[in-house]
């Protein structure tokens, strides 16, 4: 059975891993075992590789991704006006706002009315103090944690995490 895994790596409590151990096949069914620093810095080149690899694949991916993103939009920016006279002529005398084709559908639609923000800053502190239900706070859990680590605080909603061996491939 093969996995899939992601370019995350997980770490692994002690517990986790000594499970995982107990579970896993015999150390080397194949030919080859790492059981020599140069065993094992070959499995980790190959393992570095192929992320590696997965990066680049990625990176063009997304490049590629962008430049037809563009494309459409510069078709879109084209034929918009003439995809609306179209969908007048089709949909004319009815009460039909769309029409579904082959690659897709072009339709008005009713966009709901709602407000549009032009200036955040002013907005914000216009909503703090009239409106404070609007302003939603985030906590910085680096911030909290440099403090309780300098201060060495207890708090009843936090704890300092203690530092752990973990298992890794990276």
């Given at each position: 059975m093969q996995t899939r895994q992601?370019?995350?790596?997980?770490?692994?409590t002690a517990e986790e891993i000594a499970a995982l151990i107990a579970d896993?096949?015999?150390?080397?069914?194949e030919t080859f075992c790492p059981d020599t620093e140069a065993g094992a810095n070959w499995v980790l080149g190959k393992?570095?590789?192929?992320?590696?690899?997965?990066?680049?694949?990625r990176e063009n991916a997304e490049r590629m991704a962008r430049a037809e993103e563009r494309e459409a939009e510069?078709?879109?920016?084209?034929?918009?006006?003439?995809?609306?006279?179209?969908?007048?002529?089709?949909?004319?005398?009815?009460?039909?706002?769309?029409?579904?084709?082959f690659h897709g559908v072009i339709g008005y639609r009713t966009r709901p009315a709602g407000v549009q923000v032009t200036?955040?800053?002013?907005?914000?502190?216009?909503a703090k103090d009239n409106l404070p239900a609007a302003v939603v706070e985030a906590l910085d859990?680096?911030?909290?944690?440099?403090r309780l680590t300098a201060t060495g605080e207890a708090l009843p909603f936090a704890a300092l995490a203690p530092a752990e061996e973990t298992f890794y491939i990276k």
């Open positions: 992601t370019a995350e790596a997980k770490t692994l896993a096949p015999a150390p080397c069914p393992i570095a590789d192929r992320r590696a690899r997965a990066a680049r694949i510069a078709l879109e920016w084209r034929y918009t006006g003439a995809l609306q006279h179209f969908l007048e002529a089709q949909t004319a005398g009815g009460k039909r706002k769309s029409i579904r084709l200036d955040l800053g002013a907005a914000l502190a216009w859990r680096k911030v909290l944690s440099d």
